[in-house]
């Protein structure tokens, strides 16, 4: 089959999946949607395939290993040795440097530099996705500050937001990544598909939920985005994004320790009962998906394995599994996968989101968990489209 015809297949079951779950499809506005379909595009050829584009990813890279190489200083002198020689290698190399990363951050939110860009960025979005500013301000906002202190910048406002709004806030920050964990991910897999996946990601996330969620937004009122420090030293701001680098890095150690301890004891169970793995038997159930979006069908099972194990576990599991692959699938295969595993679209995020709307607006937190099965459906659409797109380039 003509990749063209694949991702023409791609996108009717997208839409279609979509469409199950719609709330009213009467108000699904076709326009914006071709729109943005047709600008996702060009930004997948622009940076997978253009000279430009790959010279822009190449630039971004370079900045993020140099960074990295900073954060290495901080984690040497607490680890000395342990870091030269390899000891704990994903703790030190991956998780640590999202501590200097988030500090990076936070100074760039002290000195409104992040305010500006959310809200120029934002704004040009809004005319382009149909959606209103709020929607369009947090797909930036939840790229650049992650998934719980993104809603801080939102606090005053959450307790007026309708039960669609809120799915749609929700929704988007599930299908980005934060920019602090962005080089962790560069540490796992090819920079261009980390940089591409990124900006797909948001995009792809307005296409599904035009479908899954549509509404219209009349007379909004100029967004107001609540200062997240007010009040605050400088010294004091950067000592709360240093610990709450940390206290990323270490829950993201903590679900890997537990949930690759209980992959693998299911791994044994069903071997030992049924005579196939638990992610072979997750292989075969994500098996069509996986052909869909563009996998060559004699390696389909062995991704379908990882998208499964990244929506039951985290990405961070599925991206083990993907390095252990390393040479047993096609560079086609592995663009594919690596799109598809740059999202925070797994159960565990449910809980990550709705308690932190919860700790903000309780009630707002509780509308929040009753959706949380359709928050990763509707995320987990978002990374097949990504990755169909992704693959229609590749």
């Known amino acids: 089959m003509s990749r063209v015809l694949h991702f ?14 719609s709330h009213d499809r009467k108000k699904i506005r076709l326009p914006y949607i071709g729109l943005l379909l047709v600008i996702e595009v ?44 390899g000891l704990a290698f994903f703790f030190l190399k991956v998780l640590c440097p999202i501590v200097f990363i988030s500090a990076l951050i936070g100074i760039l ?11 120029a960025v934002g704004t040009v979005l809004s005319k382009v996705n149909g959606m209103g500013k709020l929607e369009s301000f947090n797909a930036v906002s939840s790229l650049i500050l992650g998934q719980s202190e993104n809603f801080i910048a939102y606090k005053d406002i959450l307790g007026k937001m309708s039960r669609n709004r809120m799915y749609t806030m929700a929704a988007t ?20 598909y980390v940089v591409a996946a990124l900006i797909l990601n948001m995009f792809s996330t307005f296409i599904v939920l035009s479908i899954i969620n549509p509404y219209r937004v009349e007379n909004e009122e100029d967004l ?26 270490i829950i993201v150690a903590a679900m890997l320790i537990g949930f690759i301890a209980l992959i693998s004891g299911l791994n044994a169970l069903f071997a030992a009962v049924l005579g196939i793995s638990f992610q072979g038997i997750l292989g075969y159930i994500f098996y069509p998906i996986a052909w869909v979006m563009g996998v060559p069908a004699s390696e389909a099972l062995q991704v379908g394995s990882i998208m499964a194990t990244k929506l039951v576990s985290n ?8 390095q252990k692959l390393a040479g047993q699938i096609s560079p086609r295969a592995e663009g594919i996968l690596s799109v ?23 009630e707002q937190g509780n509308v929040v968990s009753r959706f949380g099965l359709k928050l990763v459906y509707g995320s987990t659409l978002v990374s097949v489209l ?9």
């Not at 939110?109 to 959310?118: F, M, N, S, T």
């Not at 920019?179 to 897999?189: E, K, N, P």
């Not at 598809?340 to 309780?362: C, H, P, T």
């Open 8 to 21: 023409i297949l791609a996108l009717a079951v997208v839409a279609l999946l979509a469409l199950l779950v």
């Open 42 to 85: 060009l930004l997948a050829w622009f940076f997978l395939n253009s000279n430009i584009g790959l010279g822009f990813v190449k630039g971004f890279a370079d900045m993020f290993e140099k960074l990295l190489g900073f954060a290495n200083e901080g984690t040497n002198f607490v680890f000395g040795k342990m870091n030269d020689e």
């Open 109 to 119: 939110q002290h000195i409104r530099v992040l305010p500006i860009i959310i809200r």
């Open 173 to 192: 920050a599930m299908s980005t990544v934060s920019m602090s964990i962005v080089g962790a991910y560069m540490t796992m897999l090819k920079p261009q």
């Open 224 to 249: 107001q985005m609540s200062d997240l420090h007010a009040g605050q030293s400088f010294f004091e701001m950067l000592g709360e994004y240093i610990l709450a680098g940390f206290k990323v890095a």
């Open 315 to 322: 990405e961070f599991v599925a991206m083990m599994d993907l």
């Open 340 to 362: 598809f595993l740059v999202s925070f679209a797994n159960f565990s995020s449910i809980g990550i989101i709705a308690g932190a709307i919860k700790g903000l607006n309780e």
């Open 386 to 394: 990504s990755a169909s797109i992704a693959a229609l380039v590749l």
